[in-house]
């Protein structure tokens, strides 16, 4: 079966450090979504890509947080420089048009220390 | 943003039917309302989803109001692997181009 593939799948660093977390989606989805999971805050939509092209990143903290998308086969999330805040499960999720379902990734569970 | 409201929390016995609500009173005409749900250490998976009519599938039922505001996911019997949180979302077309935001989902319990 087709799948998100979403590496590391756990990060353990120290504040201030460079974070990279990448996903990979499923070949020919053209739509693909960040999401941070918390306790607190639950699932919050960070940013999302269509056909490569970044739509809304105005869930991500501008100052520290990146997404992009080098080509249809890579997302990257980075964070420079990370803090203990940071510290969640960040999922991938990738679909087509509005009306098909999405697939997620097993997400990167990140702890900032 | 259209936002979704769901119950925090629902009990369910074994082997019986569950009803997950869902309201939606800010749906737009092209915004389709998808289920998920999460169980532990895991992403999010697919359930089910829908625009007007009541859909079947091989997990749920999704039951659709007529004017759309408000809908119910139906697991027709009840497992202990059904234990987990249930998100319902719209996925937003016109302007957002399927941009789908969660809400803090409906934690399902099952008991033996």
């Known amino acids: 079966d087709a799948r998100v593939t979403q590496t590391p799948r756990h990060k353990v660093t120290e504040m201030g450090q460079e974070v990279t977390m990448r996903c990979q989606p499923i070949?020919?989805?053209?739509?693909v979504f960040w999401y941070r999971q918390t306790m607190m805050q639950g699932l919050e939509l960070l940013a999302y890509?269509?056909?490569?092209?970044?739509?809304?990143d105005s869930g991500m903290p501008k100052d520290r947080f990146s997404a992009e998308m080098p080509d249809a086969t890579l997302a990257t999330l980075k964070i420079q420089p990370s803090e203990p805040r940071d510290s969640a499960v960040y999922f991938c999720?990738?679909?087509?048009?509005?009306?098909?379902?999405?697939?997620f990734g097993s997400g990167t569970q990140l702890s900032v220390l | 943003d259209a936002k979704t409201t769901q119950p925090n929390s629902m009990e369910s016995n074994e082997e019986e039917p569950v009803h997950l609500p869902c309201n939606h009173s800010t749906i737009s005409g092209t915004d389709y309302i998808h289920w998920y749900r999460q169980l532990p250490s895991q992403g999010p998976e697919y359930v089910i989803h829908g625009l007007t009519s009541n859909v079947n599938n091989r997990m749920a039922s999704l039951a659709i109001a007529e004017d759309r505001k408000s809908s119910t996911l139906i697991l027709h019997r009840a497992t202990l692997r059904d234990a987990a949180v249930y998100y319902c979302i719209l996925r937003e077309y016109n302007t957002n181009a399927g941009k789908s935001t969660f809400g803090d989902g409906t934690t399902l319990t099952v008991k033996p």
């Open positions: 070949l020919g989805h053209n739509t």
């Open positions: 890509f269509r056909n490569r092209a970044p739509l809304d």
């Open positions: 999720a990738s679909g087509g048009e509005f009306n098909e379902k999405l697939f």
